[in-house]
């Protein structure tokens, strides 16, 4: 069965049917069904084919997008996987959890008017069915190249480089000091985003594919960083950033105000089957509890939408500015509207009292002001407007900063930037030091996940470049 394209007047823009706000509190499944194939032929027959792909510009990856869409429409979903992995190591995690409102679908031109073509999900079909029908398969390069690369960390950006590199025929060795590989797509985002055996079968496949991984191996720790620059012939810092920022108010050591990422880290073990003594013993665990959680980004919603699985007595997200200037994606607000959550607006904490096993936090109103470079207005506190909220645990996600990698290193030639993130020549993402380079979130800050991929890809390129021309000592 094919479709005719540029269909987008007669047909509607659809997603995949979501789950009811009710039905899918009670797990922590992915909110989306997935298209069929009638549904994905139908949506990637609204492309009008433009000469100009605005979509394909505002991906990160530039994926051919309008040819993936077409063969979609014509049924020839192997070749829009062919096309569709040729630019992006993983177009189904893509497909689930890019902001597609903000990159590829923002800017498809038919979006004025028609709505957007639906590129996300059709994207995860396309490769959901390779899955299914066994197209994807491990790698065989066509020649082996006696030349080791050591990647340090598992996430996206050191995943995608790793693939890169073993496509070449290069040896790889992935280092992560998690128990198990995927950086954030493992243990950060929250599987009603992302569903873990999406993140397993593919670090499988790339296990298969001859990559070595070493897991609970923290550089810096288990073994030292000048070891492992010594036994490869390059390297990729790919060690995201976990630094969480802190609030400008004293915490008095309250015991019940804790980091997103310990709470998420927790629930997503939980999922995975994993024994987690401080979720067992309630204190990573939101369940009967009133809950604030302080932020309004990415990590705030996954926050308040894991809380609220978990049970929650009640769930609140207190934000500094109002809705039109948070950072996040507003699909993901929109969801966690949906699912019931209440947002304090244009409120930021200014105290914690402790009594017993509740935190009574003052709380401040906001009036916002001019616009600053960002582009976003100042908040400003307006300290004789005040209310007051009692909570049992207060979740803090107001986003991550950098480690200090050359001291946790014991490395001191690697340089940083002003924000604390190594240092690289863009162009070829290598540091000052020959033969060791970085990429992902450890070089641009907090970012997302189709960048890491890109970031790694370029990398991987720059250090097959760099082992054909130099020999490291
Ligand atoms: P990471 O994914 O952070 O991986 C780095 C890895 O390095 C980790 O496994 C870590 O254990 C390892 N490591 C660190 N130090 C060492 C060391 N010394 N030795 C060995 N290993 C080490 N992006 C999106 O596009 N969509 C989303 O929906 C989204 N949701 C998010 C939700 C949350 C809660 C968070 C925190 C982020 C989210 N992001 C999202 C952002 C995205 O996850 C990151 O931008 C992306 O994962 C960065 O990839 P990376 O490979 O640079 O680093
Ligand atoms: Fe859109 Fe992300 Fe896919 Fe690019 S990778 S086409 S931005 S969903
Ligand atoms: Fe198709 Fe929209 Fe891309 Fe144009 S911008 S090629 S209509 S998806």
């Given amino acids: 069965m094919t479709t005719k394209l540029l269909q987008f007047v007669n047909q509607k823009k659809e997603m995949p049917k979501k789950r009811s706000g009710s039905i899918r509190l009670k797990d922590f499944n992915e909110i989306y069904n997935d298209f069929n194939k009638a549904e994905s032929n139908k949506q990637?027959?609204?492309?009008?084919?433009?000469?100009?792909?605005?979509?394909?510009?505002?991906?990160?990856?530039?994926?051919?997008?309008?040819?993936?869409?077409?063969?979609?429409?014509?049924?020839?979903?192997?070749?829009?996987?062919?096309?569709?992995?040729?630019?992006?190591?993983?177009?189904?995690?893509?497909?689930?959890?890019?902001?597609?409102?903000?990159?590829?679908?923002?800017?498809?031109?038919?979006?004025?008017?028609?709505?957007?073509?639906?590129?996300?999900?059709?994207?995860?079909?396309?490769?959901?069915?390779?899955?299914?029908?066994?197209?994807?398969?491990?790698?065989?390069?066509?020649?082996?190249?006696?030349?080791?690369?050591?990647?340090?960390?598992?996430?996206?950006?050191?995943?995608?480089?790793?693939?890169?590199?073993?496509?070449?025929?290069?040896?790889?060795?992935?280092?992560?000091?998690?128990?198990?590989?995927?950086?954030?797509?493992?243990?950060?985002?929250?599987?009603?985003?992302?569903?873990?055996?999406?993140?397993?079968?593919?670090?499988?496949?790339?296990?298969?594919?001859?990559?070595?991984?070493?897991?609970?191996?923290?550089i810096g720790e288990t073994i030292s960083f000048e070891t492992i620059k010594n036994k490869h012939d390059a390297i990729l810092i790919a060690t995201g950033v976990y630094k969480?920022?802190?609030?400008?108010?004293?915490?008095?050591?309250?015991?019940?105000?804790?980091?997103?990422?310990?709470?998420?880290?927790?629930?997503?073990?939980?999922?995975?089957?994993?024994?987690?003594?401080?979720?067992?013993?309630?204190?990573?665990?939101?369940?009967?509890?009133?809950?604030?959680?302080?932020?309004?980004?990415?990590?705030?919603?996954?926050c308040v939408r894991t809380a609220v699985r978990q049970n929650a007595?009640?769930?609140?997200?207190?934000?500094?500015?109002?809705?039109?200037?948070?950072?996040?994606?507003m699909r993901e607000v929109f969801h966690a509207e949906e699912e019931g959550i209440k947002f304090s607006w244009l409120s930021v904490p200014i105290k914690f009292k402790s009594d017993k096993n509740n935190i009574n936090i003052d709380v401040a109103n906001v009036r916002l002001d001019k616009v600053d470079s960002s582009g976003r207005q100042i908040p400003k506190i307006l300290f004789n407007k005040t209310y007051s909220l009692k909570t049992d645990l207060i979740i803090k996600a107001l986003g991550f900063n950098p480690e200090n990698l050359p001291r946790l290193f014991n490395y001191p030639k690697l340089r940083v930037t002003n924000w604390g993130t190594i240092k690289v020549d863009h162009d070829t993402?290598?540091?000052?030091?020959?033969?060791?380079?970085?990429?992902?979130?450890?070089?641009?800050?907090?970012?997302?996940?189709?960048?890491?991929?890109?970031d790694g890809r370029d990398a991987a390129e720059s250090i097959h470049k760099f082992l054909k021309n130099n020999v490291r000592k």
């Fill in 244 to 302: 969480a920022r802190e609030l400008d108010v004293p915490e008095l050591n309250i015991s019940n105000i804790i980091p997103a990422l310990d709470f998420l880290i927790a629930s997503n073990k939980k999922g995975l089957g994993d024994m987690v003594p401080e979720f067992e013993n309630g204190k990573l665990n939101a369940k009967g509890k009133n809950v604030v959680v302080i932020g309004g980004g990415d990590t705030a919603m996954d």
């Fill in 44 to 218: 990637a027959g609204r492309c009008s084919q433009c000469g100009i792909p605005f979509c394909q510009v505002h991906c990160p990856l530039h994926n051919n997008i309008p040819d993936w869409l077409k063969l979609t429409a014509e049924n020839r979903l192997q070749e829009a996987y062919e096309i569709s992995q040729s630019t992006n190591n993983f177009p189904e995690i893509c497909g689930s959890i890019c902001p597609q409102d903000r990159l590829c679908e923002g800017n498809c031109v038919i979006e004025k008017g028609f709505e957007s073509v639906t590129i996300g999900r059709v994207e995860k079909h396309i490769t959901d069915t390779a899955w299914k029908e066994g197209w994807v398969k491990p790698l065989k390069p066509v020649k082996e190249i006696n030349k080791s690369i050591g990647i340090i960390g598992s996430g996206p950006a050191g995943l995608a480089a790793a693939e890169q590199l073993r496509k070449k025929g290069y040896k790889v060795e992935i280092y992560d000091r998690y128990d198990r590989p995927g950086g954030l797509l493992i243990y950060g985002i929250p599987n009603f985003k992302l569903e873990k055996y999406a993140v397993e079968r593919r670090t499988k496949i790339l296990s298969k594919s001859g990559i070595v991984f070493h897991n609970k191996f923290e």
């Fill in 313 to 329: 007595k009640s769930v609140i997200c207190l934000y500094r500015r109002n809705k039109e200037n948070m950072p996040g994606s």
């Fill in 429 to 454: 993402m290598m540091t000052k030091e020959p033969g060791i380079f970085a990429a992902g979130d450890i070089v641009r800050g907090a970012s997302l996940v189709v960048w890491a991929i890109k």
